[in-house]
């Protein structure tokens, strides 16, 4: 019997997420139909870009400044700045519009680099300091 209550179960649960899978394809798959043109749009909208290095450039800077006294720091402050000197070249620089995207890439891959070294060595320094 115990077998029985079993097979039970698991065919409710696969019957229960199989419904559950069904409700949230019916219900997202309008909503992203909806999104997916203004998507498409945004990533093409230079106001985009230029709206996310604006947004990047006080917080990086911040993190340099911060940064100053850790350990590392001038690795961190190169990595970010050269990061932040991609993104701002294909942003604002008309001239590189073709290379846009492997620019953007870049970028935004040395200034992910650059906040993570600067956090695993925040953490690695522990109370040494606090910043």
Known sequence: MAGRVSSAA???????????????HCL??????????????????EWVHQLFVA???????????????????????????LGLALLIAAAFVEALHAFETPLTVAGAVLLASAHI???????????CEDN
């Open 117 to 127: 070294w600067r956090w695993v060595n925040h953490r690695r320094c522990g109370p």
């Open 55 to 81: 947004v990047a450039l006080p917080i990086s800077g911040f993190a340099i400044w911060r940064s100053i006294s850790l350990p590392g720091w001038k690795g961190f402050a190169a990595l970010a700045v």
């Open 10 to 24: 698991a065919l409710d649960a696969s019957a229960i997420t199989l419904s559950g899978l069904c409700l949230v």
């Open 28 to 45: 997202a798959l309008p909503l992203m139909a909806a999104i997916l043109p203004l998507a498409g749009v945004w990533a093409e909208a």
